[in-house]
């Protein structure tokens, strides 16, 4: 499988000392994974969280019993990992795919994916996808261009102050990372729509990203100021007598006074893109985070109205699904 894409801002891959010295191929993988598992639990089915206790691992005498028995490869593979799992690997089974990001003309990329480069990404099966795969892998893909955004550093806050927003600002603490879209003459057309079940012993945590609880804003984005009226932080930084839902939205890095007591050290669920330093503002410019329930869904959208206006246009998963 191969899909045609450019970038309209760098994406970060990871590196050494936090720098991007190159392309990091494992780097997309993760972020392709995580947006692959948000999807598999917002179509309904399980996706474990490989970095947790939870995650999958394939028993390789189990499985093969399980074949021996009448059960087909992928029945034994149902009973004991996740269908992230399946096409990304965990210990016992390794991942279906040799990993390629290629220029156009086939030659390596040198260096680091900067903005307006063609790259195309090339999945080459060391064992063959289902059809199901195929199709989620195409959504997934699909999310992230037009919704979405690819690699690290996609968390960093946009200023109030737009000339801080700029590659020529001294300090690069509010650039876009991550956000790309189609070469000319490609897109992902529309996939059949899928529903997945869920194993009955199986439980996805509510705080593992789910795209039934995601929103996203295209073509307006919050600032930091936004951002911390959001979550009820003042402008150093400090959370101003928060209640946990605003923790879990804003993050949590355990510093003194930062955090609540009794926190856990949390990652922020707000992802914000200015778009004023790229070659398509238009394109780039966009918002989006998750949340935990159907519940908080409603009160992130009162209070993203409150801060961006009544008028704004915000799209839940119901309205995302449907052009995937």
Partial sequence: MEFKLKTLTPIWTGGVEGKCDRLHETGIIGSLRWWYEALVRGLGGYACDPTSDERCQLNQEKFHKAIKRGKTVQEALDEQICPACQLFGCTGWGKKFIFRIQAPDGKPIPGRLEKDTNFNLIFIEKKKFTPLEKLLLKKTIKLIVEYGALGAKIALKPSENTNKNLLTYRKKDHLDYGIITYQDGYKIDKTEDIVLEKPPDKKNQLDWPNLKYFWFIPGDYLNREQINQLV?????????????????????????????????RMSKKIFSFHG?????????????????????????????????????????????????
């Fill in 232 to 264: 009820n932080r003042n402008n150093k930084g400090w959370y101003q007598n928060p209640d946990r839902f605003q923790v879990f939205l804003g993050g949590c890095i355990k510093r003194e006074k930062c955090c609540p007591e009794g926190i856990e």
């Fill in 276 to 324: 004023e330093d790229s070659g398509n503002p238009v394109k780039t410019k966009r918002c989006f985070g998750y949340v935990r329930s159907q519940e908080e869904l409603e009160t992130i959208e009162d209070e993203l109205r409150d801060i961006l206006g009544k008028d704004i246009h915000i799209l839940m998963w119901e309205d995302i699904k449907d052009v995937l």
